[in-house]
Antibody, heavy 129, light 107 residues
């Protein structure tokens, strides 16, 4: 059974860096064919796709967040992470990690598929001064 | 970026009834790359439908999807008590992938 679990601080100060990790069990994050995404849910704005990282480390970010975002993969610990710098109250949300099962890679690049079959339970992150 | 608009915002129905949820896209969704998710309070979304009309693994056949281009719908026939939840549509064509704002199906 594939399981994902988010972890990280629940409270981040304004202008600081939000860091979250997703631990994956029941599946190898280094095996091809799967991509690993972050998605957040604002109370008022609904669901927002943040970005993904492929098993080979290829990344794609939502243009609205790209300038502040970094994702990474630690295959030895079966986890992937997200860092969002210069946070404001608008970054307050529940953050989900999820597995994308519909992506693929060519000889030169990778393309996420955007379909999510397994999700973590979500982590509430509040940004406040 | 594609904007998805769902209607109605809330649907009040009884068990056994049929629910029809609408999702309209601001531009054509390529190759009908449109999915539907169900979310219950305090839980992550669960995928129900992809490619506009294909049921995900383990999803009962009372859930069906249809549509193409800019207009899509999710139909839940014969509502079960566990179907009362919030439903989101999502496009997964060219990124950024976006979600609708959700339709709440309540008793």
């Amino acid at each position: 059974q594939v399981q994902l679990q988010e972890s990280g601080p629940g409270l981040v100060k304004t202008s600081q860096t939000l860091s979250l990790t997703c631990s994956v069990s029941g599946a190898s994050i280094s095996s091809g064919g799967y991509f690993w995404s972050w998605i957040r849910q604002h109370p008022e704005k609904g669901l927002e796709w943040i970005g993904y990282i492929s098993s080979s480390g290829y990344t794609s970010y939502n243009p609205s967040l790209k300038s502040r975002l970094t994702m990474s993969l630690d295959t030895s610990k079966s986890r992937f992470s997200v860092k969002l710098i210069s946070v404001t109250a608008a970054d307050t949300a529940v953050y989900f990690c999820a597995r994308d099962f519909a992506g693929y890679c060519t000889s030169t690049t990778c393309y996420g598929g955007g379909l999510f079959d397994y999700w973590g339970p979500g982590a509430q992150v509040t940004v406040s001064s | 970026e594609i904007v998805l608009t769902q209607s109605p915002g809330t649907l009040s129905l009884s068990p056994g009834e049929r629910a029809t949820l609408s999702c309209r896209a601001s531009q054509t969704v390529e190759n009908s790359k449109l999915a539907w998710y169900q979310q219950k309070p305090g839980q992550a979304p669960r995928i129900l439908i992809y490619a506009a009309s294909s049921r995900a693994t383990g999803i009962p056949d009372r859930f069906s999807g249809r549509g193409s281009g800019t207009g899509f719908s999710l139909i839940i026939s014969n509502l079960e008590p566990e179907d009362f939840a919030v439903y989101f549509c999502q496009h997964y064509g060219d990124s950024p992938w976006t979600f609708g704002q959700g339709t709440k199906v309540e008793i």
